[in-house]
Every structure is written in C-alpha cells, then in structure tokens.
C-alpha cells in the first residue's frame, strides 16, 4: 500500500527561526513530489519535484527530493506569522493511463511572534 | 478570475438525509476530484473523473456518490449510508489526467446534527 508520512506532525515556533519539514513516501511508479500549503480552506501549490537533488526555491521557501532514500524536505528561513499553515506533501504516481497523488498527514506549523 | 467554486461553505445533515455538495470550475479542466480531510489526517480520495459521463471509485467512496454530467461541474451527494460523515471536503481539478499539479476549492464543511 502506497504511503507518504510527514513528520513532525506539529511544529511550534518563534519568528525569525527556520524549520525543516520531513516527507518520506513509499510510492509505486512514482514520479512526483508535491507540496502545498494549507493555511484556512484550500491548499495552495508551493513546489513539484521530479528530479533528485536538485533544489526548487521560492523567496524563503526551498525544498529537494531524495528518490534513492526516499524523502523530501521542505525548509523555511526567517519564518513569519503568516507562514502559519499546515503544509501537505503528496506522492505522485502514474498508473492506468492517468496520474494520482497520495497525500501525507501534513505538518501544522505554528510561528508565533 | 478562473478557479474552483464549491457551496455551501457549511452544511448541516439530519440523521438519514441526503446532502449533495456542489463543485463547479472554469478552468476548462479535464478531471475533477473530492477528498475528505479529517482533523489530523491527510487527504484522502473520495471519488474522481477525468472525462465527462465517467467516474471512478477512490480509496473511501462507500456512502457517497458523484455525477458528472458536464465538464464544468462534480457535485458529491453524501448519502444516509455514510455513518460520520462529518468532515471537511474539497474538491479539486486539474487540467488533464496525465497533469500533476491539482487546483483545490474553498471546501465545504459538513456536520451532523
């Protein structure tokens, strides 16, 4: 059975902090990695990663894939309140003509003043 | 602005009644997705289509029921069969079944009374 586990499942912090969130996934016919952010209602897209070691980054926000160890991180520098969210990650994978994403449990972190 | 629009956004259920909540996209996507997130779960895969006139069962699709009978819109009756159906739902598009990247609505959160 496929499976994305996200760890920690619940992160407090100060602002100014950076934090790492985990992603490990056991996926079949894998050939993605997605991040999104949920911060009230719908999650919005942060990152795909297709390719091993090669690191994707948006402003403070940065993230890589490991394929022959099987995880993804995501790294947050200079954290701010608004970073507060609970950050999802999904295993794509591809099979029967289409492609689906398995999705982890997601990390809520919490930045506070 | 091209999105997803579900409603209600809160939705009260009545022990043995039926509640269809509405999903509708003009993005000019393919498929269309439902997922029901549970405090502290992942997302999990409700029902799915990636064409008109067809659908597919995901991995929790006993005590729901889709249609999709234009392009635009997937609406998700939850039926008396569901037994805790309360939870937070969303749905989702992308722009063809090989895509990657999903598009997620506002969500609709439904409660039993």
């Known amino acids: 059975e496929d499976k994305v586990v996200q760890s920690p499942l619940s992160l407090v912090v100060h602002e100014g902090d950076t934090v790492t969130l985990n992603c490990s996934y056991e996926?079949?016919?894998?050939?993605?990695l997605l991040w999104y952010k949920q911060e009230k209602k719908a999650p919005t897209f942060l990152f795909m990663l297709?390719?091993?070691?090669i690191e994707k980054k948006s402003g403070r926000l940065s993230s890589i894939l490991d394929k022959k160890e099987l995880f993804s991180i995501l790294n947050i520098t200079a954290t701010q309140t608004g970073d507060s969210a609970v950050y999802l990650c999904?295993?794509?994978?591809?099979?029967?003509?289409?492609?689906?994403?398995?999705f982890g449990k997601g990390t809520k972190l919490s930045v506070i003043p | 602005d091209g999105g997803i629009t579900q409603s209600p956004k809160y939705l009260f259920r009545k022990e043995g009644q039926n509640v269809t909540l509405s999903c509708e996209q003009n993005?000019?996507?393919?498929?269309m997705y439902w997922y029901r997130q549970d405090p502290g779960q992942g997302l999990r895969l409700i029902y799915y289509?990636?064409?008109?006139?067809?659908?597919q069962k995901g991995d929790i699709a006993e005590g729901y029921s889709v249609s999709r009978e234009k392009k635009e819109s997937f609406p998700l009756t939850v039926t008396s069969a569901q037994k805790n159906p309360t939870a937070f739902y969303l749905c989702?598009?992308?722009?063809?079944?090989?895509?990657?990247?999903?598009?997620f609505g506002s969500g609709t959160q439904l409660s039993v009374l």
């Open positions: 989702a598009s992308k722009r063809f079944r090989t895509a990657e990247k999903l598009f």
């Open positions: 996926v079949t016919n894998f050939r993605s």
């Open positions: 297709t390719s091993s070691g």
């Open positions: 999904a295993g794509g994978y591809s099979g029967a003509g289409s492609y689906q994403l398995t």
């Open positions: 993005l000019n996507h393919d498929a």
């Open positions: 289509s990636q064409i008109v006139n067809d659908f």
